[in-house]
């Protein structure tokens, strides 16, 4: 069984991930169908994804660790226009690739009231 752990920047994320800066995600095309659907039926209108992106430490929103497999999943949350922020979910496989699994727009003053504590690790 491929056990994982969930952890949120507003809760507890390890020290280990701290240090991240200015990863490079790119490569990551062609794009699933799912991906493709959610960009274009985003109610605040058509995503543009773009073709690389950079995050840091700061950006990072959760991060979900599969155990077995070494595959790190993480939610970056990135400046997109004056209203909404760009939430891309990418998955970094033990083998060193990336893959975007969904994105969508949150509007910039969202503060995650409805947050679900009890789903994320605490350490």
């Given amino acids: 069984m491929n056990t994982k752990k969930l952890y949120h920047a507003d809760i507890f994320i390890p020290a280990k991930y701290h240090k991240i800066e200015n990863i490079e995600v ?6 699933s169908p799912h991906v493709v659907k959610s960009a274009n039926a985003e109610k605040n209108g058509q995503i543009l994804i773009p073709d690389s992106f950079t995050f840091s430490f700061s950006e990072i929103v959760e991060i979900e660790e599969y155990n077995e497999s070494k595959d790190i999943k993480f939610l970056i949350r990135l400046p997109y226009n004056k209203i909404n922020d760009l939430c891309i979910v990418v998955l970094f496989s033990a083998n060193g690739s990336a893959k975007i699994k969904t994105v969508w727009l949150n509007n910039c003053t969202d503060s995650h009231k409805t947050l679900n504590r009890s789903k994320y690790a605490k350490n």
């Fill in 26 to 31: 790119k490569n990551f095309y062609p794009l």
